[in-house]
């Protein structure tokens, strides 16, 4: 006769596990926590926002603690003129970056086969597209890794216009992950 018990015992505490579910970044332990913005957002000055601050899920995270993260986003926009360019940034407050690389694909026109491609080593650094085209669907897709420094601070995906002649609109379906590089389960 086999025991059930090392099966009950380990259908516990992946039970338990999973109902901890995504703690605030910096928890250090392989998990995410995922915001997707949910009202539109007009871009239209050169000044940074927070991407989703108008709405109820910025695309902000806190950090508690120094550790190696992982960050993903998809950003999509409309512009409104045919002038300027997006611009997005990761920022920091109260926290610095070492060993980051972010990498951006932007795909300026929906149908186009063509993508702008562009990497930034800094936090605060403009990923910036292509100048825009009026009406035009674009997507920003961002995949970068860091290690941060203790905070307590903050993490956001910001956004900016290049010049104040005209402005995008984010859509409230843009998303962003931040992930602290750990143990995953």
Known sequence: MTSDKSYSVESRLNALWNHLGPVAAGGSNGQRQTFMTDTAQTISGTSQVTVGVNGGFPLQWAISRAGRYLLTAKIIYI??????????????AGVTASNLRCDMVNWALQ????????????LDADLQSSTMTSGAVGTFYLDAGMSLSAGPGTLSVDARFST??????????SQATLESAGQTS
Request: glycine content about 14%; proline content about 6%; overall charge neutral.
């Open 164 to 173: 104040g002649a005209s402005n995008y609109v984010i859509q409230p379906y």
């Open 79 to 92: 512009p409104s003129g045919s002038v300027g360019s997006a611009i997005l940034r990761i920022h920091g």
């Open 111 to 122: 149908g186009v086969q063509q993508a702008l491609i562009s990497e930034v080593t800094t």
